[in-house]
């Protein structure tokens, strides 16, 4: 098995991005995301995993309990910036030829969860978070604390 040492990825460069077992004594422990732009050594690593690995029960394991579900809003080339944006994570869309709308369910890791919220916010007016309930209420606190800072 190979350790990889990569700096912090971002979804705006444009990069080759592959998902990594972590593997401690022999079995699978975690996931990562890695940014193949991003890495800057290579070594090699005592530890070896016999068998083909399946990453998808680990994956699972660590996404959070329900994605969020979003309506993006085909203004501003919000869609394309969106999809851009949210690479990276897994998803399942559907656009409405009627309303011009993408509806989007988001899984993520449950440690992303301030990076998916801070990623929806950048969207503005061009989405709308449909729920769950509770992401729905840290998204509005954060909305709320926002305009409380620019007031003053």
């Known amino acids: 098995m190979l350790r990889f040492t990569a700096c912090k990825n971002s979804p705006k460069d444009d990069k080759f991005r592959f998902f990594a077992a972590r593997i401690i004594k022999g079995k699978i422990l975690d996931y990562v995301c890695l ?37 993006v809003y085909n203004d501003r080339n919000a869609i394309e910036r969106f999809m851009v944006e949210f690479s990276t994570y ?14 989007t369910k988001i899984y993520y890791r449950k440690t992303d969860e301030i990076e998916v919220l801070i990623k929806l916010l950048s969207f503005g007016p061009t989405l709308k978070v449909l729920g769950p309930e509770r992401f729905l209420k840290l998204f509005k606190y954060r909305i709320k604390k926002q305009y409380e800072m620019i007031k003053g």
């Open 90 to 103: 897994r998803k399942n869309s559907e656009f409405d030829d009627n309303t011009q709308t993408c509806t």
């Open 35 to 71: 940014n193949m732009g991003r890495i800057l050594e290579v070594r090699s690593s005592n530890e070896t995993f016999k068998g083909k690995p399946n990453l998808e029960p680990h994956i699972e394991k660590f996404d959070c309990e329900e994605p969020v579900v979003v309506e």
